[in-house]
């Protein structure tokens, strides 16, 4: 029996309303519903997003896919409070917590539920985001289907191995802040030269844009890629050799490693 939902997001915050706006996109916001920690703002969220406010014990009964938004030390009290309804529930459960494993959803929810395990990242908002996923055994090639075309407006999904997905997401779910530093510090020092900070703005982060396209569409290595910038005696490789004085590839590695240990300990 078809659900009336086709999706339902327990918590819409930042990417649980990104994840909820691209389902709208696909299905239509009458078949998506979100339930946030009060009815006020459940209703604040389904008029941004352009879907339905619904209660969490609807989303559990009324929805194909159950996403499960919430903080990863809050989940086990959410789940304490739905306890019935979960149990009830035969929705397709994707969790988005960061660092709990599919095992451990299983210990939570029930060993024979249907559970998808997936990291997004934030600029699912604007559809260029990314979504790896790992599920268990319970979900089918044609659940798994569905879901690759409930979420196709968010941007690029991915099928991955669930042990592999921390370190994923330490690369391109946390990787937008350390993006968005680096867009903000060569705006600061085209600022402290004498452009205009909009501009600045603006021509650092459609470097970023082009660059990482060239990277998916050329195929070619990071570092050719960058040596193809990089004239003899010029600007860009003097550049160069600042960001590896400051140590700059380093940072990065270590940066990936403390999101890799700070997920770990989440779970």
Known sequence: MAKK???????????????????AKQVGGDRVAVACSTRERSEA?????GCTAETPQRILSDSRFVFLGVKPQMVVGVVEGLKADILASEGIFVSMLAGVSL???????GADKKILRIMPNTPCAVGQGLIVYAANERVSEDELCAFRTLMSHAGALDALSEQLIDAASAVFGCGPAYAYLMVEALADGGVKNGLPRARAQRYAAQMLLGSAEMVLRSGKHPGALKDEVCSPGGSTIAGVAALERGGFRS???????AAVEKTKQLG
């Not at 999706?7 to 990417?15: E, L, P, R």
């Not at 969220?45 to 997003?49: E, F, G, K, S, T």
């Not at 940072?251 to 490693?257: E, G, H, M, R, T």
């Open 45 to 49: 969220a389904a008029q941004r997003l």
């Open 103 to 109: 095992e451990k959803l299983a210990l939570l929810l």
């Open 5 to 23: 939902y086709e999706a339902g997001f327990i918590g819409a915050g930042n990417m649980g309303g990104a994840l909820a706006l691209a389902a």
């Open 251 to 257: 940072a990065c590695i270590a940066a990936v490693d």
